[in-house]
C-alpha cells in the first residue's frame, strides 16, 4: 500500500472508515433478539511513532438492548505490528483501548480489529500514520531548521534538504534521510553567507538549487555521492539585477526556472528558463507578465499561474501551459476578474492542474483536453500559507490555520456532490511544519523541532 500516492489509502486513514460486518461461524449461537452494537473509532488514536506504542481507542455502542461482554482482537497484521486481545464488558457506551506494538513497521499500515461477543461480531478496518522520527545533525546547523518552502525534495527513498549558510568559510550542509531506515548523511557543498539560495530538485545525479546573490545569479548542482559540486552562471554581469527562482525538474532530465532581469526596481524581462546539463545548453523563453510558481506535469509540460500588477493589485489572469519541446505557450482564462491563485499548482497523473485562489476562497481544477474548470468553495478566509501537493491522482494541500496558528495537512478530493476533505494528522512539538515534501511515490516528511518526520510508502 502506498501512503499518499493510493487514494484508497488515505482515505481508509484518516478517518477511519468502518465497515461493520455481522458475521456468524459454525458453533457460534445465533443472535435472535436483533441486540448488536456499533464500532467507532477515536480519530487522535490514529497516529504514532515507528518502535513505540500506539493507543487506539476503539467506541462500542450498544443497540437493541446489547450487553455483556466483547472482545477486541487484531486480526491478521503486518509483520512486526501486534496487540493483546482487549476484553470490556458493554453496558452502555464502552471505550476498548488497545496498545498496537509497531516494531519497526512505519507508513500507513492497514490494521483489522474484530470486537466480537454473544454471537454478534464487528469488524474495524483502520489505518494509523506510522512515523519515522530522526533527529538532525546539529553541528550541521540543523537543531531547528525551519526550512523555506522548495528547499527540500524526495527522490528514491531519501529526504533531503539544504538550511542555508552555516559556517564562517561559506559552506552548507546538503542533509539526506533515508524514509525507510532513517539513516542521515551530511554533504557539505560551497554557498556564501550572502547567498541566497531556493529550490531543490533532482536530476542527472545531482541535487540542483538555484542562488541569487544581487546581480549574480547561478544554478548549482551537488553530487552527494562524492560531493563534486557544477556551477552554472545565469545572465550577464551587466549592473541588472537578475534572479532565478522556481527551479523544477523535466521528465527528460533538463531543469526548468523562472528568470527575471530588473533595472530600477521594474521587472522588465521575465523569462522561462531551460538548462541541459547534458550539453550545457540554456535557453530563455520570454513571456509578457509574471510566470510563478512553475509546476511540471506527468507528461513533462510546465505549468504556472500568469500574473499582473497594476500597481495596487495583483491578479491572477490565466494558467499557462509551456511546452518546453515546442517552446509554445498556452493560456487558460481562470474565469474570475479578481482571482489571485496564492499557491504553486499541483497536476495529477491524469492532467488535471488543482490551484487555490485566495480571494475567492474557490479551489479551481482545470480539466486541459475539455478546457474547462470544476470551482469548488473552500473558506479560505481562516487560512493562509498554501502549497499544494500531487502524487499520483491523490492531492494534498499544507496550509496555516489562521485561528489556531498551527500548520495543517489535508487530502483533497473532488467528488460530484462537492469538495471532500480529510485531515492528514502530524506530529511534533511545534506548530509549524518546516520543509514539507511529497514523493512521486507517495512519501511524506517535514521538519519539525530539530527532527525528520518520516512516513514513507507502505
Same mark, same amino acid.
Given at each position: 500500500?502506498?501512503?499518499? &500516492?493510493?487514494?484508497?489509502?488515505?482515505?481508509?486513514?484518516?478517518?477511519?472508515?468502518?465497515?461493520?460486518?455481522?458475521?456468524?461461524?459454525?458453533?457460534?449461537?445465533?443472535?435472535?433478539?436483533?441486540?448488536? #452494537?456499533?464500532?467507532?473509532?477515536?480519530? %487522535?488514536?490514529?497516529?504514532?511513532?515507528?518502535?513505540?506504542?500506539?493507543?487506539?481507542? *476503539?467506541?462500542?455502542?450498544?443497540?437493541?438492548?446489547?450487553?455483556?461482554? +466483547?472482545?477486541?482482537?487484531?486480526?491478521?497484521?503486518?509483520?512486526?505490528?501486534?496487540?493483546?486481545?482487549?476484553?470490556?464488558?458493554?453496558?452502555?457506551?464502552?471505550?476498548?483501548?488497545?496498545?498496537?506494538?509497531?516494531?519497526?513497521?512505519?507508513?500507513?499500515?492497514?490494521?483489522?480489529? +474484530?470486537?466480537?461477543?454473544?454471537?454478534?461480531? /464487528?469488524? @474495524?478496518?483502520? !489505518?494509523?500514520?506510522?512515523?519515522?522520527?530522526?533527529?538532525?545533525?546539529?553541528?550541521?546547523?540543523?537543531?531547528?531548521?525551519?526550512?523555506?518552502?522548495?528547499?527540500?525534495? *524526495?527522490?528514491?527513498?531519501?529526504?533531503?534538504?539544504?538550511?542555508?549558510?552555516?559556517?564562517?568559510? &561559506?559552506?552548507?550542509?546538503?542533509? &539526506? +534521510?533515508?524514509?525507510?531506515?532513517?539513516?542521515?548523511?551530511?554533504?557539505?557543498?560551497?554557498?556564501?553567507?550572502?547567498?541566497?539560495?531556493?529550490?531543490?530538485?533532482?536530476?542527472?545525479? /545531482?541535487?540542483?538549487?538555484? $542562488?541569487?546573490?544581487?546581480?549574480?545569479?547561478?544554478?548549482?548542482?551537488?553530487?552527494?555521492?562524492?560531493? @563534486?559540486?557544477?556551477? +552554472?552562471?545565469?545572465? %550577464?554581469?551587466?549592473?541588472?539585477?537578475?534572479?532565478?527562482?522556481?527551479?523544477?525538474?523535466?521528465?527528460?532530465?533538463?531543469?526548468? #526556472?523562472?528568470?527575471?532581469?530588473?533595472?530600477?526596481?521594474?521587472?522588465?524581462?521575465?523569462?522561462?528558463?531551460?538548462?541541459?546539463?547534458?550539453? &550545457?545548453?540554456?535557453?530563455?523563453?520570454?513571456?509578457?507578465?509574471?510566470?510563478?510558481?512553475?509546476?511540471?506535469?506527468?507528461?513533462?509540460?510546465?505549468?504556472?499561474?500568469?500574473?499582473?500588477? %497594476?500597481?495596487?493589485?495583483?491578479?491572477?489572469?490565466?494558467?499557462?501551459?509551456?511546452?518546453?519541446?515546442?517552446?509554445?505557450?498556452?493560456?487558460?482564462?481562470?474565469?474570475?476578474?479578481?482571482?489571485?491563485?496564492?499557491?504553486?499548482?499541483?497536476?495529477?497523473?491524469?492532467?488535471?492542474?488543482?490551484? $487555490?485562489?485566495?480571494?475567492?476562497?474557490?479551489?479551481?481544477?482545470?480539466?486541459?483536453?475539455? /478546457?474547462?474548470?470544476?470551482?469548488?468553495?473552500?473558506?479560505?478566509?481562516?487560512?493562509?500559507?498554501?502549497?499544494?501537493?500531487?502524487?499520483? %491522482?491523490?492531492?494534498?494541500?499544507?496550509?496555516?490555520?489562521?485561528?489556531?496558528?498551527?500548520?495543517?495537512?489535508?487530502?483533497?478530493?473532488?467528488?460530484?456532490?462537492?469538495?471532500?476533505? !480529510?485531515?492528514?494528522?502530524?506530529?511534533?512539538?511545534? /506548530?509549524?511544519?518546516?520543509?514539507? !515534501?511529497?514523493?512521486?511515490?507517495?512519501?511524506?516528511?517535514?521538519?519539525?523541532?530539530?527532527? !525528520?518526520?518520516?512516513?514513507?510508502? #507502505?
Amino acid at each position: 500500500m502506498r501512503f499518499l &500516492g493510493q487514494l484508497s489509502a488515505l482515505t481508509l486513514m484518516s478517518a477511519l472508515l468502518l465497515t461493520a460486518c455481522g458475521s456468524t461461524g459454525p458453533g457460534t449461537p445465533t443472535d435472535t433478539t436483533g441486540a448488536t #452494537f456499533t464500532l467507532a473509532v477515536e480519530p %487522535d488514536s490514529l497516529v504514532g511513532l515507528v518502535g513505540e506504542r500506539t493507543t487506539v481507542q *476503539i467506541v462500542v455502542t450498544p443497540q437493541n438492548g446489547f450487553t455483556g461482554e +466483547v472482545t477486541a482482537t487484531l486480526v491478521n497484521p503486518p509483520a512486526g505490528v501486534t496487540a493483546a486481545p482487549v476484553h470490556g464488558n458493554v453496558q452502555g457506551a464502552t471505550t476498548l483501548t488497545m496498545q498496537l506494538q509497531t516494531g519497526g513497521v512505519s507508513g500507513v499500515p492497514k490494521l483489522n480489529v +474484530v470486537v466480537s461477543g454473544k454471537g454478534v461480531s /464487528k469488524t @474495524s478496518h483502520l !489505518a494509523p500514520y506510522l512515523y519515522r522520527s530522526v533527529a538532525m545533525p546539529t553541528d550541521a546547523g540543523c537543531d531547528s531548521c525551519q526550512l523555506i518552502n522548495g528547499a527540500t525534495t *524526495i527522490h528514491d527513498g531519501t529526504y533531503w534538504m539544504t538550511p542555508g549558510p552555516t559556517t564562517p568559510t &561559506g559552506t552548507s550542509p546538503l542533509i &539526506g +534521510v533515508n524514509l525507510a531506515t532513517g539513516a542521515v548523511q551530511t554533504t557539505q557543498y560551497p554557498l556564501g553567507v550572502s547567498d541566497d539560495h531556493s529550490g531543490l530538485t533532482f536530476t542527472q545525479n /545531482k541535487l540542483w538549487m538555484v $542562488v541569487n546573490n544581487g546581480f549574480h545569479t547561478r544554478l548549482l548542482g551537488v553530487n552527494p555521492k562524492d560531493g @563534486s559540486v557544477t556551477s +552554472v552562471p545565469i545572465g %550577464d554581469d551587466d549592473g541588472v539585477i537578475h534572479t532565478l527562482d522556481s527551479l523544477v525538474a523535466l521528465p527528460d532530465q533538463r531543469l526548468a #526556472f523562472h528568470y527575471s532581469r530588473t533595472d530600477d526596481y521594474v521587472v522588465y524581462t521575465t523569462s522561462i528558463g531551460i538548462y541541459s546539463p547534458a550539453d &550545457g545548453s540554456i535557453n530563455l523563453y520570454p513571456w509578457e507578465g509574471t510566470l510563478w510558481p512553475l509546476t511540471v506535469a506527468p507528461d513533462g509540460q510546465i505549468w504556472a499561474p500568469n500574473y499582473t500588477d %497594476d500597481g495596487t493589485r495583483t491578479t491572477t489572469v490565466s494558467l499557462v501551459r509551456f511546452n518546453p519541446t515546442t517552446h509554445v505557450f498556452t493560456s487558460f482564462d481562470v474565469g474570475s476578474f479578481d482571482s489571485h491563485l496564492s499557491s504553486n499548482l499541483a497536476i495529477t497523473k491524469n492532467g488535471d492542474v488543482w490551484s $487555490v485562489d485566495e480571494r475567492a476562497s474557490t479551489i479551481h481544477v482545470l480539466h486541459p483536453a475539455s /478546457k474547462t474548470f470544476d470551482h469548488f468553495n473552500f473558506d479560505t478566509f481562516s487560512r493562509g500559507n498554501f502549497q499544494l501537493f500531487a502524487a499520483g %491522482d491523490a492531492v494534498f494541500l499544507r496550509y496555516l490555520d489562521l485561528d489556531s496558528f498551527s500548520e495543517q495537512i489535508v487530502q483533497l478530493s473532488a467528488q460530484p456532490s462537492g469538495l471532500k476533505v !480529510a485531515a492528514v494528522p502530524t506530529l511534533g512539538p511545534n /506548530k509549524y511544519l518546516s520543509g514539507v !515534501a511529497v514523493g512521486a511515490d507517495g512519501s511524506l516528511a517535514y521538519e519539525n523541532g530539530g527532527k !525528520a518526520y518520516l512516513l514513507p510508502s #507502505f
